[in-house]
Protein backbone atom coordinates (compact mmCIF):
# COMPACT_ATOMS: atom_id res chain seq x y z
CA UNK A 1 0.00 0.00 0.00
CA UNK A 2 1.13 3.61 -1.03
CA UNK A 3 0.78 6.23 1.77
CA UNK A 4 3.16 8.89 1.58
CA UNK A 5 0.78 10.61 4.34
CA UNK A 6 3.91 11.24 6.43
CA UNK A 7 2.99 12.43 10.34
CA UNK A 8 5.90 14.70 11.14
CA UNK A 9 8.26 17.25 9.16
CA UNK A 10 11.23 15.98 10.78
CA UNK A 11 10.40 12.76 9.34
CA UNK A 12 9.66 14.06 6.16
CA UNK A 13 13.38 15.57 6.08
CA UNK A 14 15.43 12.52 7.32
CA UNK A 15 18.83 11.72 5.57
CA UNK A 16 19.76 15.67 3.88
CA UNK A 17 23.38 15.76 3.82
CA UNK A 18 26.15 18.21 3.19
CA UNK A 19 25.42 20.30 -0.45
CA UNK A 20 22.21 19.65 -1.27
CA UNK A 21 19.90 21.43 -3.48
CA UNK A 22 16.58 22.40 -2.29
CA UNK A 23 13.98 23.87 -4.04
CA UNK A 24 11.27 25.78 -2.01
CA UNK A 25 8.05 27.11 -3.73
CA UNK A 26 6.61 30.41 -2.95
CA UNK A 27 6.08 33.83 -5.15
CA UNK A 28 6.02 36.60 -2.82
CA UNK A 29 4.54 35.04 0.33
CA UNK A 30 1.97 33.27 -2.07
CA UNK A 31 2.98 29.43 -1.58
CA UNK A 32 5.98 29.62 1.21
CA UNK A 33 5.92 26.00 3.27
CA UNK A 34 6.74 27.71 6.22
CA UNK A 35 6.03 25.48 8.28
CA UNK A 36 8.44 23.17 6.18
CA UNK A 37 10.86 25.99 6.06
CA UNK A 38 10.79 26.22 9.97
CA UNK A 39 11.44 21.87 10.19
CA UNK A 40 14.32 22.56 7.76
CA UNK A 41 15.83 25.15 9.88
CA UNK A 42 15.54 22.72 12.73
CA UNK A 43 17.01 19.61 11.13
CA UNK A 44 19.76 22.02 10.01
CA UNK A 45 20.47 23.36 13.18
CA UNK A 46 20.47 20.30 14.88
CA UNK A 47 23.16 19.10 12.56
CA UNK A 48 26.65 20.19 10.65
CA UNK A 49 24.51 19.97 7.26
CA UNK A 50 26.19 22.74 5.04
CA UNK A 51 26.91 24.22 1.81
CA UNK A 52 23.34 24.19 0.62
CA UNK A 53 22.05 25.45 -2.52
CA UNK A 54 18.61 26.98 -2.56
CA UNK A 55 16.25 27.65 -5.50
CA UNK A 56 13.00 30.20 -5.03
CA UNK A 57 11.72 32.72 -6.80
CA UNK A 58 12.90 35.05 -4.24
CA UNK A 59 15.67 35.55 -1.29
CA UNK A 60 13.39 35.47 1.93
CA UNK A 61 12.15 38.17 3.46
CA UNK A 62 11.67 39.31 7.75
CA UNK A 63 13.16 37.25 9.43
CA UNK A 64 11.84 33.34 9.31
CA UNK A 65 11.14 30.86 6.78
CA UNK A 66 13.90 31.45 4.31
CA UNK A 67 15.35 34.28 5.89
CA UNK A 68 15.77 31.91 8.85
CA UNK A 69 17.19 29.20 6.67
CA UNK A 70 19.65 31.73 5.53
CA UNK A 71 20.31 33.10 9.12
CA UNK A 72 21.90 29.57 9.71
CA UNK A 73 24.71 30.25 7.66
CA UNK A 74 24.70 27.01 6.00
CA UNK A 75 23.52 28.22 2.54
CA UNK A 76 26.18 28.51 0.48
CA UNK A 77 24.58 30.11 -2.46
CA UNK A 78 20.85 31.04 -3.73
CA UNK A 79 19.67 30.69 -7.17
CA UNK A 80 16.20 33.00 -7.73
CA UNK A 81 14.89 35.89 -9.90
CA UNK A 82 14.51 38.73 -7.70
CA UNK A 83 16.27 38.80 -4.20
CA UNK A 84 15.68 42.68 -3.44
CA UNK A 85 12.16 42.83 -1.03
CA UNK A 86 10.84 45.85 0.85
CA UNK A 87 12.18 43.12 3.83
CA UNK A 88 14.95 41.13 2.13
CA UNK A 89 17.50 42.49 5.02
CA UNK A 90 18.88 38.88 5.82
CA UNK A 91 19.79 38.08 2.14
CA UNK A 92 21.02 41.28 1.59
CA UNK A 93 23.74 41.70 4.32
CA UNK A 94 24.84 38.33 3.53
CA UNK A 95 25.04 39.00 0.01
CA UNK A 96 27.10 42.43 0.79
CA UNK A 97 29.30 40.39 3.01
CA UNK A 98 29.72 38.03 0.55
CA UNK A 99 28.68 35.26 2.67
CA UNK A 100 26.22 34.13 -0.01
CA UNK A 101 26.63 33.56 -3.56
CA UNK A 102 23.60 34.40 -5.47
CA UNK A 103 22.94 33.14 -9.34
CA UNK A 104 19.99 35.71 -10.54
CA UNK A 105 18.52 33.81 -13.25
CA UNK A 106 15.12 35.58 -15.33
CA UNK A 107 12.07 34.03 -14.07
CA UNK A 108 10.90 32.75 -17.21
CA UNK A 109 14.16 30.66 -17.32
CA UNK A 110 14.24 29.68 -13.80
CA UNK A 111 11.03 28.52 -14.25
CA UNK A 112 11.93 26.76 -17.45
CA UNK A 113 15.04 25.65 -16.24
CA UNK A 114 13.03 23.52 -13.47
CA UNK A 115 10.69 22.46 -15.65
CA UNK A 116 13.39 21.27 -18.23
CA UNK A 117 15.21 19.09 -15.11
CA UNK A 118 11.45 17.45 -14.20
CA UNK A 119 10.81 16.85 -17.36
CA UNK A 120 13.78 14.74 -18.61
CA UNK A 121 15.52 17.88 -20.93
CA UNK A 122 19.35 18.36 -21.30
CA UNK A 123 18.86 22.24 -22.17
CA UNK A 124 16.97 24.31 -24.24
CA UNK A 125 17.38 27.90 -26.44
CA UNK A 126 15.71 30.69 -25.27
CA UNK A 127 15.96 33.97 -26.25
CA UNK A 128 15.07 35.49 -22.62
CA UNK A 129 18.02 37.29 -21.37
CA UNK A 130 19.96 37.68 -24.92
CA UNK A 131 22.45 40.32 -25.24
CA UNK A 132 22.42 41.45 -21.32
CA UNK A 133 24.54 40.92 -18.35
CA UNK A 134 22.53 37.46 -17.97
CA UNK A 135 23.68 35.35 -20.98
CA UNK A 136 26.99 34.59 -19.39
CA UNK A 137 28.05 32.45 -16.66
CA UNK A 138 29.35 33.03 -13.03
CA UNK A 139 33.10 33.26 -14.33
CA UNK A 140 31.99 36.09 -16.90
CA UNK A 141 32.24 33.48 -20.10
CA UNK A 142 29.36 33.58 -22.64
CA UNK A 143 26.56 31.13 -22.37
CA UNK A 144 26.45 29.54 -25.83
CA UNK A 145 23.87 31.73 -28.44
CA UNK A 146 22.15 29.75 -31.47
CA UNK A 147 20.16 31.86 -34.30
CA UNK A 148 16.94 30.21 -34.77
CA UNK A 149 14.45 31.18 -37.48
CA UNK A 150 16.21 34.27 -37.66
CA UNK A 151 16.20 35.16 -33.72
CA UNK A 152 19.09 34.87 -31.42
CA UNK A 153 18.34 32.37 -28.38
CA UNK A 154 21.05 31.25 -25.50
CA UNK A 155 21.39 28.08 -24.34
CA UNK A 156 20.25 27.46 -20.54
CA UNK A 157 20.84 24.27 -18.57
CA UNK A 158 18.00 22.62 -16.50
CA UNK A 159 18.44 22.88 -12.39
CA UNK A 160 17.89 20.03 -10.25
CA UNK A 161 17.07 19.61 -6.95
CA UNK A 162 17.41 16.78 -3.89
CA UNK A 163 14.41 18.15 -2.02
CA UNK A 164 11.57 20.30 -2.89
CA UNK A 165 9.86 22.01 -0.38
CA UNK A 166 6.09 23.33 -1.56
CA UNK A 167 2.85 24.61 -0.28
CA UNK A 168 -0.46 22.91 -1.35
CA UNK A 169 -3.85 23.04 -0.45
CA UNK A 170 -5.09 19.48 -0.66
CA UNK A 171 -3.19 16.06 -0.34
CA UNK A 172 -3.92 12.53 -0.62
CA UNK A 173 -2.03 9.33 0.32
CA UNK A 174 -0.85 8.93 -3.08
CA UNK A 175 0.39 12.44 -3.64
CA UNK A 176 -2.25 14.08 -5.77
CA UNK A 177 -2.21 17.58 -4.45
CA UNK A 178 -4.64 20.43 -5.31
CA UNK A 179 -3.75 24.46 -4.58
CA UNK A 180 -5.31 27.54 -3.80
CA UNK A 181 -5.33 30.28 -6.19
CA UNK A 182 -1.79 32.26 -6.46
CA UNK A 183 0.04 29.92 -4.13
CA UNK A 184 -0.20 27.75 -6.79
CA UNK A 185 2.97 29.08 -8.69
CA UNK A 186 6.17 27.33 -8.42
CA UNK A 187 4.77 23.94 -6.48
CA UNK A 188 3.75 21.84 -9.47
CA UNK A 189 7.01 22.84 -11.62
CA UNK A 190 8.96 22.20 -8.65
CA UNK A 191 7.51 19.15 -7.26
CA UNK A 192 8.71 16.83 -10.59
CA UNK A 193 12.23 18.26 -10.79
CA UNK A 194 13.52 17.08 -7.14
CA UNK A 195 14.17 13.71 -6.33
CA UNK A 196 12.35 13.84 -2.79
CA UNK A 197 9.49 16.52 -2.49
CA UNK A 198 7.53 17.43 0.78
CA UNK A 199 4.24 18.76 0.12
CA UNK A 200 2.98 20.49 3.32
CA UNK A 201 -1.50 20.41 2.59
CA UNK A 202 -4.24 22.13 5.17
CA UNK A 203 -6.36 19.06 4.00
CA UNK A 204 -5.51 15.23 3.77
CA UNK A 205 -8.19 13.26 2.00
CA UNK A 206 -9.41 9.86 1.56
CA UNK A 207 -7.93 8.74 -1.76
CA UNK A 208 -10.79 9.26 -4.51
CA UNK A 209 -12.00 12.45 -2.50
CA UNK A 210 -10.02 14.70 -5.10
CA UNK A 211 -11.67 15.49 -8.54
CA UNK A 212 -9.21 14.08 -10.63
CA UNK A 213 -9.89 16.38 -13.34
CA UNK A 214 -8.97 18.96 -10.48
CA UNK A 215 -5.94 16.78 -9.47
CA UNK A 216 -3.24 19.75 -10.30
CA UNK A 217 0.33 18.03 -9.28
CA UNK A 218 -0.24 13.98 -9.69
CA UNK A 219 1.51 11.92 -6.95
CA UNK A 220 3.89 10.48 -8.92
CA UNK A 221 5.92 13.66 -8.16
CA UNK A 222 5.07 14.29 -4.32
CA UNK A 223 7.43 11.71 -2.01
CA UNK A 224 5.32 12.74 1.32
CA UNK A 225 2.44 14.93 2.51
CA UNK A 226 2.08 16.92 5.40
CA UNK A 227 -0.21 17.96 7.36
CA UNK A 228 -0.35 21.52 8.90
CA UNK A 229 -2.90 23.92 10.20
CA UNK A 230 -4.35 26.14 8.10
CA UNK A 231 -3.40 29.75 8.58
CA UNK A 232 -4.58 32.78 6.31
CA UNK A 233 -1.15 33.62 4.57
CA UNK A 234 0.49 36.92 5.91
CA UNK A 235 1.49 39.78 3.47
CA UNK A 236 4.73 41.05 3.36
CA UNK A 237 7.73 41.98 0.80
CA UNK A 238 6.32 44.64 -0.80
CA UNK A 239 6.38 48.45 -0.56
CA UNK A 240 3.03 49.58 1.56
CA UNK A 241 0.95 52.49 -0.13
CA UNK A 242 0.54 55.05 1.86
CA UNK B 1 8.07 76.60 -24.16
CA UNK B 2 5.34 77.00 -21.17
CA UNK B 3 4.23 73.24 -21.27
CA UNK B 4 2.34 70.72 -18.15
CA UNK B 5 3.79 67.26 -18.06
CA UNK B 6 1.04 64.84 -17.74
CA UNK B 7 0.99 63.37 -14.30
CA UNK B 8 0.96 59.53 -13.84
CA UNK B 9 -2.43 58.81 -14.31
CA UNK B 10 -2.29 60.82 -17.52
CA UNK B 11 0.68 58.79 -18.57
CA UNK B 12 -1.12 55.57 -17.36
CA UNK B 13 -4.93 57.13 -19.02
CA UNK B 14 -2.70 57.27 -22.23
CA UNK B 15 -1.30 54.10 -22.50
CA UNK B 16 -4.77 52.26 -21.78
CA UNK B 17 -6.45 54.43 -24.21
CA UNK B 18 -4.57 52.37 -27.10
CA UNK B 19 -5.52 49.14 -25.62
CA UNK B 20 -7.76 47.28 -28.24
CA UNK B 21 -10.86 45.30 -26.84
CA UNK B 22 -9.96 41.64 -26.09
CA UNK B 23 -6.24 41.92 -25.61
CA UNK B 24 -4.15 40.06 -23.09
CA UNK B 25 -1.56 42.47 -20.96
CA UNK B 26 0.75 42.38 -18.58
CA UNK B 27 1.23 45.14 -16.28
CA UNK B 28 4.46 45.26 -14.77
CA UNK B 29 5.18 46.19 -11.16
CA UNK B 30 5.83 50.14 -10.56
CA UNK B 31 3.53 52.91 -12.70
CA UNK B 32 2.06 50.59 -15.21
CA UNK B 33 0.03 48.90 -12.55
CA UNK B 34 -1.89 52.63 -12.55
CA UNK B 35 -3.05 51.54 -16.19
CA UNK B 36 -5.44 49.36 -14.71
CA UNK B 37 -7.22 51.71 -12.98
CA UNK B 38 -7.69 53.78 -16.32
CA UNK B 39 -8.87 50.56 -18.77
CA UNK B 40 -11.52 52.14 -21.26
CA UNK B 41 -15.17 51.18 -19.85
CA UNK B 42 -16.99 48.73 -22.45
CA UNK B 43 -13.77 47.23 -23.00
CA UNK B 44 -12.85 43.64 -21.67
CA UNK B 45 -9.08 43.87 -21.46
CA UNK B 46 -7.60 40.86 -19.68
CA UNK B 47 -4.70 41.02 -17.26
CA UNK B 48 -1.73 38.58 -16.99
CA UNK B 49 -0.04 38.35 -13.63
CA UNK B 50 3.16 36.25 -14.18
CA UNK B 51 2.66 34.74 -11.22
CA UNK B 52 -0.11 32.72 -12.14
CA UNK B 53 -3.52 34.63 -12.76
CA UNK B 54 -5.59 35.61 -16.18
CA UNK B 55 -8.31 37.83 -15.83
CA UNK B 56 -7.12 40.29 -13.14
CA UNK B 57 -9.35 42.28 -10.58
CA UNK B 58 -8.75 45.33 -8.85
CA UNK B 59 -7.56 45.51 -5.43
CA UNK B 60 -10.14 44.37 -2.68
CA UNK B 61 -11.40 46.29 0.37
CA UNK B 62 -9.29 45.66 3.19
CA UNK B 63 -12.03 43.11 4.73
CA UNK B 64 -11.39 41.23 1.72
CA UNK B 65 -7.77 41.15 0.73
CA UNK B 66 -6.37 37.57 0.67
CA UNK B 67 -2.47 36.86 0.33
CA UNK B 68 -2.80 33.66 -1.70
CA UNK B 69 -4.31 35.98 -4.29
CA UNK B 70 -1.25 38.57 -5.56
CA UNK B 71 -0.34 40.28 -8.26
CA UNK B 72 3.80 40.52 -9.14
CA UNK B 73 4.33 43.14 -6.64
CA UNK B 74 2.85 40.59 -3.87
CA UNK B 75 -0.10 43.07 -3.00
CA UNK B 76 -4.06 41.46 -2.77
CA UNK B 77 -5.78 41.56 -6.01
CA UNK B 78 -9.33 39.91 -6.84
CA UNK B 79 -10.03 37.28 -9.52
CA UNK B 80 -12.78 38.56 -12.22
CA UNK B 81 -15.56 35.97 -13.67
CA UNK B 82 -13.90 34.18 -16.37
CA UNK B 83 -10.09 34.24 -14.64
CA UNK B 84 -7.66 31.34 -14.23
CA UNK B 85 -5.21 29.91 -12.28
CA UNK B 86 -2.22 27.92 -13.95
CA UNK B 87 1.48 27.18 -12.07
CA UNK B 88 4.75 29.12 -13.46
CA UNK B 89 5.44 27.68 -16.33
CA UNK B 90 2.03 28.06 -17.71
CA UNK B 91 2.74 31.44 -16.95
CA UNK B 92 6.10 31.79 -18.53
CA UNK B 93 5.00 29.97 -21.46
CA UNK B 94 2.21 33.17 -22.17
CA UNK B 95 4.93 35.47 -21.64
CA UNK B 96 7.66 33.52 -23.41
CA UNK B 97 5.53 31.91 -26.22
CA UNK B 98 4.27 35.05 -27.98
CA UNK B 99 0.71 34.75 -26.28
CA UNK B 100 0.02 38.17 -24.38
CA UNK B 101 -0.85 41.19 -26.95
CA UNK B 102 0.57 43.94 -24.61
CA UNK B 103 2.90 44.28 -22.00
CA UNK B 104 4.02 47.43 -20.44
CA UNK B 105 7.23 48.07 -18.41
CA UNK B 106 8.97 50.81 -16.17
CA UNK B 107 11.99 51.90 -17.50
CA UNK B 108 15.68 53.46 -16.84
CA UNK B 109 16.47 54.10 -20.17
CA UNK B 110 15.09 53.11 -23.86
CA UNK B 111 17.18 53.53 -26.72
CA UNK B 112 15.99 54.73 -30.34
CA UNK B 113 16.06 51.25 -31.61
CA UNK B 114 14.18 49.98 -29.11
CA UNK B 115 16.68 48.57 -26.44
CA UNK B 116 14.94 48.21 -22.73
CA UNK B 117 17.39 48.83 -20.02
CA UNK B 118 15.20 48.91 -16.59
CA UNK B 119 15.96 45.91 -14.00
CA UNK B 120 19.35 47.30 -12.62
CA UNK B 121 21.41 50.49 -12.47
CA UNK B 122 24.66 48.50 -12.16
CA UNK B 123 25.89 50.41 -9.23
CA UNK B 124 28.82 48.60 -7.22
CA UNK B 125 26.31 47.91 -4.35
CA UNK B 126 22.95 47.55 -5.76
CA UNK B 127 21.60 44.01 -5.24
CA UNK B 128 20.50 42.98 -8.85
CA UNK B 129 17.00 41.96 -9.27
CA UNK B 130 15.27 40.98 -12.75
CA UNK B 131 11.76 38.99 -11.84
CA UNK B 132 10.19 38.51 -15.35
CA UNK B 133 10.68 41.63 -16.86
CA UNK B 134 13.67 39.98 -19.47
CA UNK B 135 10.95 37.52 -20.34
CA UNK B 136 8.39 40.24 -20.85
CA UNK B 137 10.33 41.80 -22.74
CA UNK B 138 10.93 39.92 -25.94
CA UNK B 139 8.04 37.33 -25.19
CA UNK B 140 5.30 40.00 -25.63
CA UNK B 141 3.81 41.00 -28.95
CA UNK B 142 4.13 44.27 -28.28
CA UNK B 143 6.52 45.59 -25.58
CA UNK B 144 5.65 49.59 -24.59
CA UNK B 145 7.20 51.81 -21.95
CA UNK B 146 5.82 53.73 -19.63
CA UNK B 147 8.20 56.51 -18.10
CA UNK B 148 8.84 59.88 -17.33
CA UNK B 149 11.09 61.90 -20.30
CA UNK B 150 13.50 63.07 -18.09
CA UNK B 151 15.48 61.90 -15.36
CA UNK B 152 15.35 64.35 -12.21
CA UNK B 153 18.34 65.84 -13.20
CA UNK B 154 16.33 66.84 -16.47
CA UNK B 155 18.61 64.03 -19.22
CA UNK B 156 16.30 62.39 -21.65
CA UNK B 157 15.62 58.64 -20.68
CA UNK B 158 15.31 58.10 -24.28
CA UNK B 159 18.95 57.78 -25.61
CA UNK B 160 21.18 56.96 -28.71
CA UNK B 161 22.52 53.81 -26.87
CA UNK B 162 21.53 52.52 -23.18
CA UNK B 163 24.47 53.10 -20.62
CA UNK B 164 22.52 50.86 -17.76
CA UNK B 165 22.53 46.86 -18.44
CA UNK B 166 19.94 45.94 -21.11
CA UNK B 167 16.85 44.03 -20.43
CA UNK B 168 16.39 43.12 -23.71
CA UNK B 169 17.59 44.42 -27.84
CA UNK B 170 15.01 46.27 -29.90
CA UNK B 171 12.15 44.87 -27.96
CA UNK B 172 10.22 48.09 -27.36
CA UNK B 173 7.57 49.57 -29.80
CA UNK B 174 5.87 52.50 -28.06
CA UNK B 175 7.51 54.90 -25.05
CA UNK B 176 4.68 56.80 -23.16
CA UNK B 177 5.98 59.35 -21.05
CA UNK B 178 5.06 62.58 -18.83
CA UNK B 179 5.32 65.14 -22.17
CA UNK B 180 4.97 62.89 -25.44
CA UNK B 181 3.99 59.41 -26.54
CA UNK B 182 7.20 57.84 -29.18
CA UNK B 183 6.84 55.06 -31.49
CA UNK B 184 10.11 53.08 -32.14
CA UNK B 185 9.83 52.13 -36.36
CA UNK B 186 12.96 50.61 -38.51
CA UNK B 187 13.28 53.97 -39.73
CA UNK B 188 13.61 55.49 -36.08
CA UNK B 189 11.93 57.19 -33.77
CA UNK B 190 8.11 58.56 -34.87
CA UNK B 191 6.19 61.29 -32.46
CA UNK B 192 3.09 59.80 -31.73
CA UNK B 193 1.77 62.82 -29.71
CA UNK B 194 3.02 65.48 -27.49
CA UNK B 195 1.41 67.40 -24.57
CA UNK B 196 0.20 71.15 -25.19
CA UNK B 197 3.04 73.79 -25.51
CA UNK B 198 5.83 72.00 -26.19
CA UNK B 199 7.10 71.79 -29.81
CA UNK B 200 8.46 69.31 -31.82
CA UNK B 201 11.64 71.03 -31.97
CA UNK B 202 11.60 71.34 -27.74
CA UNK B 203 11.25 67.83 -27.51
CA UNK B 204 13.86 66.75 -30.07
CA UNK B 205 16.05 69.26 -28.19
CA UNK B 206 15.08 67.83 -24.70
CA UNK B 207 16.07 64.28 -26.15
CA UNK B 208 18.91 65.19 -28.23
CA UNK B 209 17.59 62.44 -31.04
CA UNK B 210 15.66 63.05 -33.93
CA UNK B 211 12.69 62.29 -33.61
CA UNK B 212 10.27 62.10 -37.00
CA UNK B 213 6.86 64.20 -37.13
Redesign the interface.
Known amino acids: MINKVTDSIAQALQGLTDDMTIMVGG?????IPNELLDGLVQVISDSSISGLTIVNNNAGNGETGLAGLLKTGRVRKVIC?????AD?HV??AL??AGKVE?E??????L??R??AAGAGIGGFF?????????AKHADGSAKETREINGRMHVLEFPIHADLALIKAEKGDRWGNLT???????????MAAAAKRTVASVHEVVALGALDPESV?TPGIYVSHVVAVPRQ???????KK?A | MTYTPRTKDQIAARVAQDMPDGAYVNLGIGMPTLVANHLPQGLEIILH?????LGMGPAPDKAH??????NA????VT?LPGGS?????D??AM??GGHLDICVLGAFQVSERGDLANW?TGEA?A?????????LA??AKQTWVMMDLLTKQGQSKVVRACTY?????ACVKRIYTDLATLEVTEHGLQLVDLVAGLSHADLEALVGLTIQA
Do not use: C, W
Open positions: FGTAGSFPRQSFDYRLLVPQGNSEIRTPTGYGTALYRKSARNFGPVVATQGAGFV | SENGIEDFDLIGKQPLYFHHNSFMRHNIPAVGGAMDVGPLTGL
